[in-house]
Protein backbone atom coordinates (compact mmCIF):
# COMPACT_ATOMS: atom_id res chain seq x y z
CA UNK A 1 0.00 0.00 0.00
CA UNK A 2 2.74 2.57 0.44
CA UNK A 3 4.98 1.61 -2.71
CA UNK A 4 1.35 2.34 -4.18
CA UNK A 5 0.74 5.57 -2.33
CA UNK A 6 4.20 6.72 -3.14
CA UNK A 7 3.55 5.79 -7.38
CA UNK A 8 -0.24 7.42 -7.05
CA UNK A 9 0.23 10.83 -5.51
CA UNK A 10 3.10 12.02 -7.05
CA UNK A 11 1.61 10.49 -10.76
CA UNK A 12 -1.53 12.22 -10.05
CA UNK A 13 0.08 15.77 -9.72
CA UNK A 14 2.46 15.65 -12.34
CA UNK A 15 -0.41 15.00 -14.75
CA UNK A 16 -2.53 17.92 -13.28
CA UNK A 17 0.18 19.93 -13.89
CA UNK A 18 1.16 19.33 -17.18
CA UNK A 19 -2.07 18.80 -18.62
CA UNK A 20 -3.44 22.51 -17.07
CA UNK A 21 -0.18 24.00 -18.48
CA UNK A 22 -1.32 23.57 -21.58
CA UNK A 23 -4.84 23.48 -21.70
CA UNK A 24 -5.09 27.09 -20.70
CA UNK A 25 -3.62 27.86 -24.14
CA UNK A 26 -4.89 25.46 -26.45
CA UNK A 27 -8.57 26.64 -25.28
CA UNK A 28 -8.26 29.59 -27.42
CA UNK A 29 -5.86 28.08 -30.18
CA UNK A 30 -5.07 24.45 -31.15
CA UNK A 31 -3.84 25.65 -34.70
CA UNK A 32 -0.70 25.96 -33.56
CA UNK A 33 -0.10 22.65 -31.26
CA UNK A 34 1.13 19.89 -32.05
CA UNK A 35 0.22 17.13 -29.49
CA UNK A 36 1.33 13.41 -28.99
CA UNK A 37 0.10 11.04 -25.90
CA UNK A 38 1.11 7.63 -24.87
CA UNK A 39 0.59 5.37 -22.47
CA UNK A 40 0.85 1.64 -22.17
CA UNK A 41 0.63 -1.35 -19.27
CA UNK A 42 2.22 -4.65 -19.49
CA UNK A 43 1.65 -8.18 -16.88
CA UNK A 44 4.01 -10.57 -16.71
CA UNK A 45 3.15 -13.98 -14.85
CA UNK A 46 4.60 -17.21 -13.90
CA UNK A 47 3.53 -20.46 -12.10
CA UNK A 48 4.65 -24.30 -11.55
CA UNK A 49 2.04 -26.98 -10.26
CA UNK A 50 3.60 -28.50 -6.82
CA UNK A 51 5.36 -31.51 -9.21
CA UNK A 52 6.95 -29.25 -12.03
CA UNK A 53 10.38 -30.58 -12.16
CA UNK A 54 11.79 -28.23 -14.33
CA UNK A 55 12.29 -25.69 -11.69
CA UNK A 56 10.91 -22.27 -11.43
CA UNK A 57 9.37 -19.30 -8.85
CA UNK A 58 5.98 -18.11 -8.93
CA UNK A 59 5.84 -14.52 -9.80
CA UNK A 60 3.95 -11.73 -11.41
CA UNK A 61 5.08 -8.31 -12.78
CA UNK A 62 3.97 -4.87 -13.56
CA UNK A 63 5.30 -2.45 -15.83
CA UNK A 64 3.24 1.02 -17.07
CA UNK A 65 4.10 3.95 -18.88
CA UNK A 66 3.05 7.81 -20.07
CA UNK A 67 4.34 9.92 -22.11
CA UNK A 68 2.84 13.31 -23.13
CA UNK A 69 3.87 15.99 -25.21
CA UNK A 70 2.44 19.10 -26.00
CA UNK A 71 4.32 21.95 -28.33
CA UNK A 72 3.49 25.67 -29.70
CA UNK A 73 5.37 27.13 -32.69
CA UNK A 74 3.80 30.46 -33.75
CA UNK A 75 5.83 33.00 -35.72
CA UNK A 76 9.26 32.82 -33.86
CA UNK A 77 7.99 31.44 -31.01
CA UNK A 78 7.90 27.92 -29.69
CA UNK A 79 6.68 26.34 -26.20
CA UNK A 80 7.68 22.69 -25.62
CA UNK A 81 6.59 20.36 -22.91
CA UNK A 82 6.53 16.87 -22.20
CA UNK A 83 5.95 14.06 -19.28
CA UNK A 84 7.65 10.72 -19.54
CA UNK A 85 6.93 8.50 -16.64
CA UNK A 86 8.11 4.58 -15.95
CA UNK A 87 7.20 2.71 -13.14
CA UNK A 88 7.09 -1.46 -12.98
CA UNK A 89 7.68 -3.77 -10.09
CA UNK A 90 7.97 -7.48 -9.97
CA UNK A 91 6.84 -10.10 -7.04
CA UNK A 92 8.79 -13.37 -7.02
CA UNK A 93 7.72 -16.15 -4.73
CA UNK A 94 9.51 -15.64 -1.50
CA UNK A 95 10.74 -12.27 -2.10
CA UNK A 96 8.02 -10.03 -2.18
CA UNK A 97 7.18 -6.70 -4.13
CA UNK A 98 10.49 -5.52 -5.63
CA UNK A 99 10.61 -2.63 -7.83
CA UNK A 100 11.77 -2.73 -11.92
CA UNK A 101 11.59 0.30 -13.48
CA UNK A 102 10.82 3.66 -11.35
CA UNK A 103 11.50 7.14 -13.40
CA UNK A 104 9.78 11.20 -13.61
CA UNK A 105 10.76 13.21 -16.18
CA UNK A 106 9.33 16.55 -16.87
CA UNK A 107 10.24 18.98 -19.48
CA UNK A 108 9.10 22.54 -20.49
CA UNK A 109 11.00 24.95 -23.20
CA UNK A 110 10.29 28.43 -24.88
CA UNK A 111 12.46 29.01 -28.14
CA UNK A 112 13.18 31.71 -30.48
CA UNK A 113 13.74 31.01 -33.66
CA UNK A 114 16.70 32.42 -35.34
CA UNK A 115 16.34 30.50 -38.34
CA UNK A 116 14.49 27.70 -39.87
CA UNK A 117 16.65 25.08 -37.84
CA UNK A 118 18.15 27.08 -34.95
CA UNK A 119 16.40 28.58 -31.72
CA UNK A 120 17.75 30.39 -29.17
CA UNK A 121 16.19 28.95 -25.81
CA UNK A 122 15.67 28.68 -22.17
CA UNK A 123 13.95 25.20 -20.47
CA UNK A 124 14.10 23.89 -16.90
CA UNK A 125 13.46 20.10 -16.60
CA UNK A 126 13.05 17.67 -13.65
CA UNK A 127 14.10 13.93 -13.22
CA UNK A 128 13.06 11.63 -10.45
CA UNK A 129 11.54 8.57 -9.04
CA UNK A 130 8.23 7.61 -7.81
CA UNK A 131 8.66 5.23 -5.02
CA UNK A 132 11.72 3.67 -2.70
CA UNK A 133 14.67 1.99 -3.85
CA UNK A 134 16.09 -0.83 -1.72
CA UNK A 135 19.57 -2.66 -1.96
CA UNK A 136 18.97 -6.62 -1.15
CA UNK A 137 22.26 -7.94 0.62
CA UNK A 138 22.71 -11.47 2.57
CA UNK A 139 23.96 -10.92 6.41
CA UNK A 140 25.64 -13.39 8.33
CA UNK A 141 22.48 -15.59 8.95
CA UNK A 142 22.16 -15.75 5.15
CA UNK A 143 19.25 -13.53 5.67
CA UNK A 144 18.43 -11.13 3.05
CA UNK A 145 17.77 -7.49 4.11
CA UNK A 146 16.97 -4.14 2.03
CA UNK A 147 18.24 -1.16 2.68
CA UNK A 148 16.80 2.06 1.55
CA UNK A 149 19.03 3.62 -1.44
CA UNK A 150 16.84 5.73 -3.11
CA UNK A 151 13.26 7.81 -2.96
CA UNK A 152 11.50 10.35 -4.13
CA UNK A 153 13.75 13.37 -4.11
CA UNK A 154 16.61 11.43 -3.27
CA UNK A 155 17.63 12.40 -5.33
CA UNK A 156 15.98 14.86 -7.32
CA UNK A 157 17.23 16.87 -10.15
CA UNK A 158 16.56 20.27 -11.52
CA UNK A 159 18.03 21.67 -14.10
CA UNK A 160 17.77 25.16 -16.33
CA UNK A 161 19.37 25.82 -19.24
CA UNK A 162 20.00 28.62 -21.28
CA UNK A 163 21.17 27.94 -24.85
CA UNK A 164 20.66 27.25 -28.64
CA UNK A 165 18.72 24.36 -30.35
CA UNK A 166 19.25 22.90 -33.35
CA UNK A 167 16.12 20.98 -34.84
CA UNK A 168 16.50 19.76 -39.10
CA UNK A 169 13.29 17.57 -38.59
CA UNK A 170 10.24 17.13 -36.12
CA UNK A 171 11.53 13.84 -34.43
CA UNK A 172 15.34 14.93 -33.56
CA UNK A 173 16.33 17.76 -31.85
CA UNK A 174 19.73 18.70 -30.44
CA UNK A 175 20.11 21.52 -27.17
CA UNK A 176 23.24 22.97 -26.60
CA UNK A 177 23.48 24.79 -23.20
CA UNK A 178 26.93 26.28 -21.99
CA UNK A 179 25.03 27.90 -19.24
CA UNK A 180 22.74 25.08 -17.40
CA UNK A 181 22.45 25.42 -13.24
CA UNK A 182 21.56 22.15 -12.13
CA UNK A 183 19.81 21.42 -8.53
CA UNK A 184 20.22 18.08 -6.82
CA UNK A 185 18.12 17.18 -3.98
CA UNK A 186 18.69 14.44 -1.46
CA UNK A 187 15.68 14.98 1.87
CA UNK A 188 15.88 11.77 3.15
CA UNK A 189 17.83 11.25 5.90
CA UNK A 190 17.93 7.43 6.12
CA UNK A 191 18.65 7.36 2.28
CA UNK A 192 22.03 9.44 3.95
CA UNK A 193 22.65 7.00 6.19
CA UNK A 194 22.83 4.19 3.97
CA UNK A 195 25.23 5.48 1.29
CA UNK A 196 28.60 6.70 1.32
CA UNK A 197 28.75 10.11 -1.93
CA UNK A 198 24.97 11.20 -0.60
CA UNK A 199 24.34 11.83 -4.38
CA UNK A 200 26.86 14.71 -3.93
CA UNK A 201 25.03 16.86 -1.73
CA UNK A 202 27.13 17.50 1.93
CA UNK A 203 26.39 15.41 4.45
CA UNK A 204 23.63 17.34 6.81
CA UNK A 205 22.25 19.11 3.58
CA UNK A 206 19.17 19.01 1.27
CA UNK A 207 20.13 20.12 -1.62
CA UNK A 208 23.67 20.35 -3.87
CA UNK A 209 23.75 23.88 -6.18
CA UNK A 210 26.33 23.47 -9.14
CA UNK A 211 25.34 27.10 -10.86
CA UNK A 212 28.74 26.90 -13.28
CA UNK A 213 27.91 24.03 -15.89
CA UNK A 214 27.41 22.93 -19.43
CA UNK A 215 24.34 20.52 -20.38
CA UNK A 216 24.00 18.75 -24.11
CA UNK A 217 20.30 17.10 -24.39
CA UNK A 218 19.51 15.37 -27.96
CA UNK A 219 15.53 13.60 -28.35
CA UNK A 220 14.95 11.67 -31.20
CA UNK A 221 10.89 10.24 -31.40
CA UNK A 222 10.47 8.43 -34.73
CA UNK A 223 7.78 6.40 -35.86
CA UNK A 224 10.10 4.13 -38.10
CA UNK A 225 7.49 2.24 -39.73
CA UNK A 226 3.41 2.16 -39.29
CA UNK A 227 4.08 -0.09 -36.20
CA UNK A 228 7.56 0.18 -34.63
CA UNK A 229 8.87 3.38 -33.12
CA UNK A 230 12.11 4.10 -31.62
CA UNK A 231 12.70 7.31 -29.00
CA UNK A 232 15.68 7.96 -27.15
CA UNK A 233 16.93 10.73 -25.37
CA UNK A 234 20.77 11.80 -24.37
CA UNK A 235 21.87 13.79 -21.76
CA UNK A 236 25.15 15.22 -20.91
CA UNK A 237 26.18 17.19 -18.11
CA UNK A 238 29.34 19.13 -17.09
CA UNK A 239 30.16 20.90 -14.10
CA UNK A 240 33.21 23.72 -15.02
CA UNK A 241 34.25 23.27 -11.97
CA UNK A 242 35.46 19.67 -12.15
CA UNK A 243 36.32 19.32 -15.90
CA UNK A 244 37.44 15.86 -15.19
CA UNK A 245 36.18 13.18 -17.87
CA UNK A 246 35.33 10.72 -15.05
CA UNK A 247 33.36 13.28 -13.26
CA UNK A 248 31.13 13.82 -16.57
CA UNK A 249 27.55 12.29 -16.05
CA UNK A 250 25.69 10.86 -19.10
CA UNK A 251 22.36 9.15 -18.92
CA UNK A 252 20.75 7.43 -22.21
CA UNK A 253 16.97 6.44 -22.05
CA UNK A 254 15.85 4.67 -25.08
CA UNK A 255 12.34 2.77 -25.62
CA UNK A 256 11.62 0.60 -28.86
CA UNK A 257 7.91 -0.42 -29.37
CA UNK A 258 6.34 -2.74 -31.88
CA UNK A 259 2.42 -2.84 -32.22
CA UNK A 260 1.14 -6.04 -33.08
CA UNK A 261 -2.69 -5.02 -32.86
CA UNK A 262 -4.25 -2.00 -32.39
CA UNK A 263 -3.94 -1.89 -28.54
CA UNK A 264 -1.07 -4.33 -28.16
CA UNK A 265 2.30 -3.84 -28.40
CA UNK A 266 6.03 -5.26 -28.09
CA UNK A 267 8.58 -2.96 -26.16
CA UNK A 268 11.81 -2.82 -24.48
CA UNK A 269 13.28 -0.37 -22.15
CA UNK A 270 16.83 0.57 -21.66
CA UNK A 271 18.22 3.36 -19.12
CA UNK A 272 21.94 3.33 -18.40
CA UNK A 273 23.43 6.23 -16.54
CA UNK A 274 26.95 7.25 -15.66
CA UNK A 275 27.07 9.55 -12.77
CA UNK A 276 30.56 9.18 -10.58
CA UNK A 277 28.31 10.65 -7.37
CA UNK A 278 26.06 7.83 -7.71
CA UNK A 279 28.36 5.08 -8.86
CA UNK A 280 32.23 4.79 -10.65
CA UNK A 281 30.71 2.36 -12.89
CA UNK A 282 28.31 2.47 -15.26
CA UNK A 283 24.87 1.50 -14.49
CA UNK A 284 22.29 -0.35 -16.60
CA UNK A 285 18.36 -1.18 -16.50
CA UNK A 286 16.66 -3.08 -19.54
CA UNK A 287 13.14 -4.67 -19.60
CA UNK A 288 10.95 -6.56 -22.11
CA UNK A 289 7.17 -6.88 -22.37
CA UNK A 290 3.98 -7.51 -24.20
CA UNK A 291 0.48 -5.49 -23.33
CA UNK A 292 -1.97 -2.66 -23.76
CA UNK A 293 -0.97 0.37 -25.80
CA UNK A 294 -3.17 3.53 -25.92
CA UNK A 295 -1.40 6.90 -28.60
CA UNK A 296 -2.56 9.58 -30.26
CA UNK A 297 -1.21 12.15 -32.23
CA UNK A 298 -2.61 15.09 -34.37
CA UNK A 299 0.23 15.02 -37.10
CA UNK A 300 2.49 13.08 -38.74
CA UNK A 301 6.30 12.76 -38.76
CA UNK A 302 8.40 14.60 -41.40
Not at 158 to 173: C, K, Q, S
Not at 185 to 210: H, L
Not at 227 to 255: A, G, S
Amino acid sequence: MKTFKNFILPLAFLTTWLFSLTSFAQEKDTTYWKNAFKAGANINQAAFSPNWTGGGVKSIGFNAYLNFKANYTKEKHSWDNEIDLLYGSMNNEGQGLRKTNDKIYLDTKYGHALNTKWDAFVSANFLSQFANGYRYEKDAGGVERDTLISKFLAPGYLTFALGFEYHPVDYFNLRISPLAPRFTFQTSDKVAQNIDNNYGVEPGKKMRSEWLAFQLVANFDKDLTETINLKWRYVMFINYQKLHFNEIDHRLDLTISAKVAKYIDVNFTLISIYDIDQDSSIQFSEALGVGFVYSIKNYKDE
